[in-house]
């Protein structure tokens, strides 16, 4: 199975701020998804990052808030762009090869902000 | 709207005590999926289940998939502490490459 280098793996920032977190996978892969996570709760998804064409935004989030660049299949970047506390949770990137197999995932990046 | 509900939410036993995931749907999916996170790290596949009543284990773990494929069950027999963790239910969202999550279980299991 793939894997994932996410990071950072943890940031506290000041609201306002901006951040990009990385996500690099040791293979191609077709699909990257980016999740927010409370913890001890579910996912759920920010955005499928499409490599060569502008991301899939789910319900609820928009480009303005968390661009999200997919340059090669390897790699994607998330930003969480004028961040508030509301944006304290922890954000993973996942990767599928094909339709209707399994996710695998980065470790996450916890975020805090003050 | 394909929904998963997944139950209980938190469940906190003793070693050595046996337990029950169970994950719920009105609509047939093609498959479903287990996973398993610690803290600090993202989730891990367990195991996929794909035809109905399809029975996996996976040592002290046993998933069932329903006849008609709406449902999943994870049971664990004699839980250890290193079962602890949240464990997620997902299945496929129609015909791409996107998943539906289950609320998640909180497992908790005291030595």
């Known amino acids: 199975s793939a894997v994932i280098s996410q990071k950072p793996s943890r940031d506290i920032c000041q609201r306002g701020t901006s951040l990009t977190i990385q996500c690099q996978v040791d293979?191609?892969?077709?699909?990257m998804f980016w999740y927010r996570q409370q913890p001890g709760q579910s996912l759920t998804l920010i955005a499928t990052?499409?490599?060569?064409?502008?991301?899939?935004?789910e319900s609820g989030f928009v480009i303005d808030k968390f661009p999200i660049s997919r340059p090669n299949l390897t790699f994607s970047t998330l930003t969480v762009s004028n961040m508030s506390p509301e944006d304290s949770s922890i954000y993973l990137c996942?990767?599928?090869?094909?339709?209707?197999?399994?996710?695998?995932f980065g470790d996450g990046t916890r975020l805090s902000i003050l | 709207t394909q929904l998963l509900e997944q139950s209980p939410q938190f469940l906190s036993i003793q070693e050595g005590e046996n337990l029950t995931v169970y994950c719920n749907s009105s609509?047939?999916?093609?498959?479903l999926q287990w996973y398993r996170q610690e803290p600090g790290e993202g989730p891990v596949l367990l195991v996929t289940v794909v035809t109905g009543g399809e029975v996996k284990k996976l040592k002290r773990l046993t998933f069932q998939f329903g006849d008609a494929r709406k449902d999943s069950s994870l049971h664990i027999t004699a839980a250890q502490p290193g079962d602890t963790g949240l464990y997620l239910c997902?299945?496929?969202?129609?015909?791409?490459?996107?998943?539906?999550w289950g609320a998640g279980t909180k497992l908790i299991i005291k030595p």
């Open positions: 609509s047939v999916f093609s498959s």
């Open positions: 293979s191609q892969v077709t699909m």
């Open positions: 990052a499409n490599q060569g064409s502008e991301a899939t935004y």
């Open positions: 996942s990767v599928a090869g094909t339709a209707n197999q399994p996710q695998h």
């Open positions: 997902a299945g496929p969202r129609g015909s791409n490459y996107q998943l539906i």
